[in-house]
């Protein structure tokens, strides 16, 4: 899986957008139809030309371009877009006063941390994706909001109601009170393909709020499977990289094809300047799906559960000791005792080399696969002991009280 580097904006306002159309251009072998269909252009454009007031001719001109201008595009962004909402957020944030003695120790036992709270305002993007009024949207577009309005297509304002909010996929789930509204259709993420175009849909820097519809730009999709590294607690994996543009406020709104179906969330922008500079990301869609049943059935992901496991990366230095032909994986360094790992027959030693089908190349790798996963889930591990390869099923129990 491809990792990215550099500098990461993941902001309340940031997103990234992609959806995907396919294309393909060929020659007609025929030289004579050819012919026939340049003259046959040629000679609309001389009837148009000479013949100005012919209604006739104008007809005709209009038809032609009119099939040129309504295209896959244009049909998918008309479908989507009556679902695509703008979302304005009000948070109580808390922040540490700067003491004019700094982080002294001595004079904190005086005076203390003093803290003040503030109301901050935020926007982002979503999309509606049931009748009944269900939204998606990430997580650090209104996880942690006080007050939610969505607007709609048209300019019609709602409160919207937090269903459910997970930090780790970024992922938000909110209901407005409506009847019969429009929404998307969810595609399917797996079948994305690197360079068909990507339509993002969304609500950038408020221009939602100017004319009541969502902005629309288009790209194609650059890149699936990447890893992106927030810093914030969240996993992104299997991300689909866009470069249609992205800017603040994008986020949570939808990734589309050319058939105006979802088939991601976009979240992160990757940026030095906190401008697009077409290195967009979006979640896969089919690995948001699972998340809204779970949110939208208990409103939160379960993910209390440990594994007892303590781990390093393999340097050059351990892949030596060991016998290993390369650097891989990452070498357990402590089992604790009761644990769910000492239950699955791990020890001290081995060395992971892969996890849920997933390659392991750093602590990072493996710590992605086990924050996403949930309680009581089953951890597949490919081992390598004593110079032999083995499978270990590692069961995801409930952190003890």
Request: glycine share 12%; no cysteine.
């Amino acid at each position: 899986m491809a990792r990215v580097g550099g500098l990461l904006l993941l902001v309340l306002v940031t997103s990234v957008g992609g959806g995907v159309i396919g294309y393909s251009l060929g020659k007609n072998a025929d030289h004579a139809t050819s012919s026939a269909q340049t003259a046959a252009g040629d000679a609309v454009f001389e009837e148009a030309a000479g013949t100005a007031s012919d209604a006739a001719g104008r007809d005709s001109i209009a038809e032609v371009v009119g099939t040129g201008r309504r295209n896959a595009i244009t049909r998918a962004v008309n479908a989507a877009s009556p679902a695509v909402v703008g979302i304005n957020v009000v948070e109580l944030r808390q922040y540490r006063q700067v003491s004019p003695w700094g982080d002294d120790p001595f004079f904190r036992q005086f005076f203390g941390d003093r803290t003040y709270t503030q109301q901050v305002a935020g926007l982002g993007s979503g999309f509606i994706i049931s009748a009944d009024g269900y939204i998606l949207t990430n997580d650090h577009v209104a996880g942690n909001a006080k007050e939610i309005t969505v607007t709609i297509t048209g300019g019609k304002q709602y409160k919207a109601k937090l269903i459910g909010t997970d930090l780790i996929s970024d992922i938000a789930l909110l209901k407005i009170d409506g009847k019969d509204l429009p929404y998307v259709r969810l595609g399917n993420s797996d079948e994305v393909i690197i360079g068909e175009w990507a339509i993002a849909m969304g609500n950038p820097f408020g221009l939602f709020e100017i004319n009541d519809k969502p902005t629309v730009t288009v790209g194609v999709v650059s890149n699936t499977g990447m890893k992106i590294e927030s810093g914030e607690g969240r996993v992104y994996r299997d991300m689909i990289q866009t470069d249609a543009a992205i800017n603040s406020g994008n986020s949570g709104g939808p990734l589309i094809n050319a058939l105006g179906e979802v088939i991601g969330v976009n979240s992160v922008i990757y940026t030095p300047n906190q401008g697009n500079i077409g290195l967009g990301f979006a979640i896969p869609i089919n690995r948001v799906k699972t998340i809204v049943a779970e949110l939208r059935k208990s409103g939160k992901i379960e993910r209390n559960f440990w594994t007892g496991l303590q781990i390093q990366a393999v340097d050059r230095r351990i892949a030596r000791y060991f016998g290993l032909n390369k650097v891989e994986g990452v070498i357990v360094s402590d089992v604790k005792r009761g644990s769910p790992a000492e239950k699955a027959g791990m020890r001290e030693g081995d060395i992971i080399v892969e996890a849920n089908g997933e390659k392991i190349n750093d602590e990072s790798s493996l710590v992605a696969i086990v924050d996403e996963a949930r309680t009581g889930e089953m951890l597949k591990l490919k081992v390598l002991r004593d110079r032999k390869e083995m499978t270990i099923a590692l069961r995801l129990e409930k952190h003890p009280e």
